[in-house]
């Protein structure tokens, strides 16, 4: 008999041989039939593990005979080709999802200890490597794959049905108007549209994803490459964009007990926003600053809501940014391990973060610590402002990502890209070309084309005759000050763009002053001199005075109310001349033609 220690080592030696074939790559003749986007028949049915090595080169040549034994091989349908991924884009997305290569190389080119000498004895230079992964809200009617609204503020729970919560037998029915928003962003961003895309079933549990899964697109986005270009301090700078996709959103997670999640007693979910279609935006790893990053975070925002794709309020969270930062040493090809940062509701506090945690990772490689430095998921203190660590980071392989079986593969023509293309209006950097043009400043610029209501307002002021720079001047200056006093946009504003190039118009003519005008427009922003400002501002007594005996009778009684100050400016101060003016302007409760004014009081002054 045999003793207890050799049974078990000959049991360890036969499972040896018989699991050793099953973890090496499976041979040509068992790998399956590649899913495409041109595929007319779903083959997702059949195995989640065929499905998640569908995409793997190996599986390029692959025949219905070829599939593993006791799996049936799908009916082969006649149809288009099959539609292989652009090399550009296959390459950029081995690029963006390649495994972080660690902390190793950068702390070999910086050495242990506190200063990182090189051999030269001088102390290493890091640069860092960001790239941002955006995440915006299309201004849809409805959701991305069920009619549920979607509109934000609703009470919890109260726009959600079968298809949004995942019940068993829903079917999902793309929303047209999201696939034309996100083609006009792609357009906006110089992205290639790709003819033919698809839907891909990306696998999770939290409690905030009902379906368990989100559906989103994975290998064939429909837009791809592209560049933005942004002003940073001063100077212009590019940033490539490697893709931008589909997919929908996921609820929303209320902490309660507290106003965040430090400290809260428990959780509830609000269903609402499940379903709401997004288009994600990801980036080059192109910045190297956290100004870099809010600059590029800022235009990509004034391009989407020129373009009327998203409202962009980081608020609401309609447009939420995820940040992914490593630091090397300057110059070197190797990229340092990659960690995530969300949670930042502002490009203030994204700009923060970055320059934060850039600063933690130098200090922990010139300590020496560089294997702390992991790729995970980082949260933003905005309190204490610090990264907190918020959980490791997944991997590709743990969304177990297949292509969506219930949504067939997204077709777009050529002619649909034309028209949208025609509907394209005047992106932020011609726009801002033009306005430079008119003779505005850089800062009058920067202003008037933050907002899409603020440069229409203008747009339309000057389409009626309006002089640029007082337009441009009444808009910055009084008018925004009423919409910062009042809470509200520029677009909530009553006033008609006849009604504000008139009062600009009435002013340049000497009807009415700047002052009474500066009195009279809240009424008007409100709307009530849309029906003729004059013979409103008729019908409150304001209009100016532009009699010259009235003005003199006027002037007289304030020289005589100031005998003194007469006295003074005749024996040589005639700088108190803007006294005089000041209190005829009193005299006159601002009504008074300023031009005539002036010529009227010098007379009288010198006793003419």
Not at 393 to 409: N, T
Not at 450 to 473: H, I
Not at 518 to 523: E, N, Q
Request: glycine share 8%.
């Amino acid at each position: 008999m045999r003793s207890t220690t050799a049974l078990s080592s000959a049991s360890a030696a036969q499972c040896t041989l018989r699991v050793s074939p099953l973890v090496g790559p499976l041979p040509p003749a068992m790998a399956p039939t590649p899913f495409t986007a041109a595929s007319t028949t779903h083959r997702g049915r059949a195995s989640a593990r065929l499905l998640a090595s569908a995409s793997s080169p190996s599986s390029a040549s692959s025949t219905p005979s070829a599939w593993p034994r006791g799996v049936a091989a799908p009916a082969q349908t006649p149809g288009p080709a099959p539609l292989r991924p652009r090399a550009s884009l296959t390459a950029a997305l081995a690029a963006a999802t390649a495994p972080a290569r660690g902390p190793v190389a950068v702390r070999t080119a910086a050495t242990a200890g506190p200063a990182a000498p090189t051999a030269q004895g001088t102390e290493v230079d890091f640069e860092a490597v960001i790239g941002i992964e955006c995440h915006v809200q299309l201004l849809t009617a409805t959701k991305a794959f069920c009619a549920c609204p979607n509109q934000f503020g609703a009470e919890p729970n109260t726009h959600v049905c079968p298809v949004c919560l995942g019940h068993p037998g829903t079917l999902p029915v793309p929303n047209a108007e999201a696939v034309t928003l996100a083609v006009r962003a792609g357009l906006a961003l110089g992205c290639d549209i790709a003819r033919a895309s698809k839907f891909d079933r990306k696998q999770y549990f939290y409690p905030d994803l009902p379906k368990g899964y989100q559906i989103s697109q994975y290998d064939e986005p429909i837009c791809s490459g592209g560049r933005l270009e942004a002003e940073v301090d001063g100077v212009q700078k590019s940033f490539g964009i490697i893709r931008a996709h589909l997919e929908e959103d996921a609820g929303k997670i209320v902490y309660a007990g507290a106003e965040r999640l430090s400290g809260a007693d428990y959780s509830l979910v609000d269903y609402n926003r499940a379903g709401v279609p997004l288009l994600e935006i990801v980036s080059e790893p192109d910045m190297r600053s956290g100004r870099d990053a809010a600059a590029y975070g800022e235009e990509l925002r004034r391009v989407l809501r020129t373009c009327g794709v998203t409202d962009g309020n980081m608020s609401e969270g309609s447009m939420r940014v995820d940040v992914n930062v490593s630091v090397r040493p300057r110059g070197s090809p190797v990229y340092g391990t990659r960690v995530e940062i969300k949670n930042m509701n502002s490009f203030s506090n994204m700009q923060k973060a970055i320059d934060f945690e850039i600063d933690r990772q130098v200090a922990l490689i010139k300590a020496g610590r560089g294997s702390e430095i992991v790729m995970e998921t980082r949260l933003w203190d905005e309190i204490k402002l610090v990264t907190k660590t918020m959980r490791k980071k997944e991997g590709l392989a743990d969304y177990r990502y297949f292509p969506e079986p219930d949504l067939p593969p997204l077709q777009v023509t050529d002619e649909f890209i034309e028209q949208v293309k025609a509907s394209m209006p005047e992106l932020p950097a011609a726009k801002r070309a033009r306005y430079l043009s008119y003779g505005l400043t850089k800062g009058d610029v920067a202003v008037l084309t933050e907002e899409t209501a603020t440069s229409a307002l203008y747009d339309a002021v000057l389409a009626l005759g309006a002089p640029t720079k007082q337009a441009a001047n009444w808009i910055q200056g009084d008018v925004m000050a009423y919409c910062k006093e009042a809470k509200i946009g520029m677009d909530a504003l009553q006033i008609s763009p006849a009604a504000l190039a008139e009062m600009i118009s009435l002013i340049e003519g000497g009807t009415i002053s700047g002052k009474i005008a500066k009195d009279v427009l809240p009424d008007l922003l409100q709307g009530k001199g849309n029906k003729g400002v004059k013979s409103y501002i008729e019908s409150r007594g304001l209009l100016m005075i532009s009699d010259e005996g009235a003005v003199a009778a006027m002037i007289e009684k304030v020289l005589q109310a100031n005998p003194k100050q007469l006295e003074e400016y005749r024996g040589g101060k005639t700088k108190l001349q803007g006294f005089f003016e000041g209190q005829v302007m009193k005299e006159s409760k601002g009504r008074v033609n300023p031009g005539l004014m002036k010529e009227v009081l010098l007379r009288m002054l010198k006793g003419e």
